[in-house]
């Protein structure tokens, strides 16, 4: 057993000890290093290491939770004994328990050694590279608001009274830039990303090129007429809209009458051109994991198929509620957070049209390729939305001008109702979660311009 | 207040840090601890507490800042810091200057929430629960949180500042679920300031009635009107509009990359007149305010439009030092684990003369937008958007229904010139902000205020 696992084991112990009728606790330690690059001069380089602890603590149906940095003995007591004079003070619910132990199987590829073996000096050419060749792409690329590089290597583990046992290891990194571009008497943004397991799966050319394509598109947007037409959702868009559906199918909202999707098991609530799985196991998504986030294995579990929606998403108290399993969707924002349902990575499945024959279906409408506001443009319980967007007009099946500063209107379900085609270019994207996409093609949507 | 560093063992932290050169050292030391717990179906859940303590140490040369930051306060964790910090550079040691404290009394906090009895805090979620059902059998769900937050912080550098502050933040929220037939709809309100339980010793139930009335009157709400039309923006939360469109364009580190629409625009006229505006991080209590910034420096009232014309940008210690000028206060950060950053504090447009009656009045067909969910902006292109919260159409200068599902959207500099009224009704409100990755909480006060024409995207044919 590591130390790491040994620690999460002696807090279980503890919060028992604290009068705790069952216990788990989930342990992390994570090392991490950011590089901020601007003019071609490295702005800022940040070394992370942390490490802390959470407990949770199931008294008679109550449940409390407590968390910490000091993984001391006494350090763990004081966190457990706080753990369970939390649960004294929650109300009973009959459904509250830790979940039974299940076999966990090992996940391979969730930690790249190319993020070890790359010095500091690497990942910085690699950052100011992206910045480089977005700047030689075009003399209207004025500027590069910052090009970042980020990694972290993490180490979990969790135990609980039940036996519950599991530890893993895994890494991710990502680079990203904003590019600035002007003309015309504008000034337009444009983002590029990639993100991989290590650096040596980052592509800093392609990002680079991609922050400043789509900034230099942009020049010259204004405003697109009122009117309701087809929208052509880029992959980046489509995954913000796809991390909304998969929030809204989280059991926790569901069973409270807090979702669009609440009712609806086994429903029409899509065109069958819309299908989507949660997969928490597929090595390239950055939320897989041999297990989530209170040690219950990680699966891959359709959503919505055929048109109909297939499941929820259920973590160990929202399955209990019902009766029946947990899909292994608890998730949690490192150790400061206790468990709550939401998807791990949302797979949106690929169709068969290239991106040109996707424009071309589309024949008149706008091609959106951002979108702003969506957390507070869009009601997660009723699903109505109206989110600002920006990006192309498609005239006669081809993309036409830049536009910018309207808004696009409706409500989910009805939207996933209105999905005509998927792409067949399809790629993570790390907006509403974790998703893997392909740009979607929905035949109406409301446009506010001009 | 710097009891978290010795001055001593902050000495050598800072020469350490400085080892391998550098023109600038800091360390920043932080406590925290927190509690909180919400109520749902009528059940006190979620029940968390955590404490964490840290320190980030920083080291700027050149253009660069290299930072390191570490769990723990003991000398070996904050030495570990220094020397990661210091490990890129290339240098010869420089030597930072001693030390001299500077006291700053900590905002004064009268009742400390973590002396108040954990059960009482679980009875006030319940009577706002028992407020919110209150207003009506169509309140289908209400959910509200309670949430308390203590940060101790001490920080050093090497230009000898020593200083600390200790902040104690309270806050609740109510979010209601009405339900009529198949239509349901949401009000949300919320209650926070740099105070203890002090707070909410009044009436801390008010929220929950408001955020119940707010989901019941949407009931009857039809849909929001599409297009360019006057729109007259509540008081206190509407203040977000001037955050987003203005406040964060005038962050120093976006107008030093030419990333703001505000860059050159220093002295000129960019409101009408009557527009007078303030980051304010002195305000007594107020939830953005704090007694030092995350540097060290004093908190201030910065006046940043003066009738109408552009007076001052925010600076934290790097931006000023790189504008020759003194930094406004405004450097913060998330935690000990985050490099501080421009950053708003309060921000607000003073009072004005018109009432909010007159400014709808004047108005033939426009919208009302009481409240908002958030809004989003772009410094670079000035692009802004916000989420309606409570929004109402006007018609011959009368509010006639309310509309759901309302966007403003439109672009800083336009929409700024186009304040035509500011109302005397002043107030203000809480909000988190998120910047770099960071959240910190912000004051965002006004009364109310009309902009002439701003695109409304509803889904109104």
Sequence with gaps: MSELAASARRAVEAALAAGAGDAEAYASVEDGRELRVHGGEVESLSAASQSGIGIRAWIEGRVGYSYGTDLSEAGVAAIAKAAAEAARVADPDEFAAPPEPAPIESVAGLSDPSLAARSTAEVAELALTVERIALASDPRLVAVEQAVYADVAERVAIASSTGVAGEYESSTCFAYLQALAEGEGSRETGLGFGLARGPDGLDPEAIGAEGATRALAMIGATKPASRSCPVVLDPTVAASFAGLIGGALGARAVQRGRSPFAGKLDEEVASSAFVLHDDGLDPEGPASAPFDAEGVPRRRTALIEGGSLRSYLYDTYTANREGGASTGSASRQGYRSQPSVSASNLVVAAGELSDEQLLGEAGDGLYVTDVAGLHSGVNPVTGVFSVGASGREIRDGALAEPVREFTIAGELVAMLGAVQAAGAEARWVPFGGSVWTPPLLVAEMAISGS | ?461
């Design chain 2, 1 to 461: 207040m710097s009891g978290l560093l010795d001055p001593a063992v902050a000495e050598r932290v800072l020469a350490r840090a400085l080892a391998n050169g550098g023109r600038f050292a800091e360390v920043f030391a932080e406590r925290r601890h927190g509690l909180s717990m919400s109520i749902d179906e009528s059940r006190i859940e979620a029940v968390q507490s955590g404490s964490e303590e840290g320190a980030g140490v920083r080291v700027v040369e050149g253009g660069t800042t290299y930072f390191a930051h570490v769990d723990g306060l003991d000398p070996t964790d904050l030495e570990r810091a220094a020397d990661e910090a210091a490990a890129a550079l290339r240098g010869k040691r420089t030597e930072p200057r001693p030390l001299q404290a500077v006291d700053h009394a900590p905002l004064p906090i009268e009742r400390r929430p973590e002396q108040v009895e954990a059960e009482r805090k679980g009875a006030l979620l319940r009577e706002l629960d028992e407020r919110a059902r209150g207003q009506g059998a169509e309140i289908a769900q209400f959910t509200a949180s309670y949430a308390e937050a203590r940060r101790e912080v001490s920080i050093a550098n090497s230009d000898g500042l020593f200083t600390g502050d200790d902040r104690t933040r309270t806050r609740i929220g109510a979010q209601a679920v009405a339900r009529r037939d198949g239509t349901v709809e949401t009000g949300a309100e919320t209650l926070g300031a740099h105070r203890g339980f002090e707070l909410l010793e009044d009436d801390p139930g008010l929220i929950a009635e408001q955020a119940a009335r707010k989901a019941l009157t949407l009931l009857d709400a039809g849909p929001a009107p599409s297009g360019s039309m006057p729109v007259v923006v509540g008081g206190g939360f509407g203040g977000v509009l001037f955050h987003e469109m203005t406040g964060h364009g005038l962050e120093a580190d976006h107008i030093q990359k030419g990333a703001s629409v505000y860059v050159g625009k220093l002295g000129e006229q960019v409101a009408q007149p009557l527009l007078n505006a303030y980051d304010d991080g002195r305000l007594p209590n107020e939830w953005g305010s704090d007694a030092i910034d995350d540097e060290g420096a004093p908190t201030q009232k910065t006046q940043v439009i003066e009738d109408g014309r552009l007076t001052s940008f925010l600076y934290d210690h790097l931006t000023a030092e790189r504008d020759g000028v003194a930094s406004t206060g405004n450097g913060r950060r998330e935690s000990f684990r985050h490099l501080p950053i421009p950053r708003m504090t309060n921000t607000y447009i003073a009072p004005g003369d018109a009432t909010p009656e007159e400014m709808i009045a004047e108005v033939e067909r426009g919208f009302y937008a009481v409240s908002f969910a958030g809004g989003q902006v772009e410094p670079a292109t000035g692009d802004f958007v916000f989420g309606v919260s409570e929004g109402y159409l006007i018609e011959g200068g009368k509010v006639t229904r309310p509309c759901r599902g309302a966007t403003l959207i439109g672009n800083c500099l336009e929409a700024l010139a186009a304040i035509d009224a500011v109302g005397d009704d002043f107030f203000m409100k809480t909000g988190i902000c998120g910047k770099g990755g960071q959240k910190v909480p912000v004051g965002t006060g006004q009364g109310h205020v009309r902009v002439g024409a701003m695109t409304v995207g509803g889904t109104e044919r």
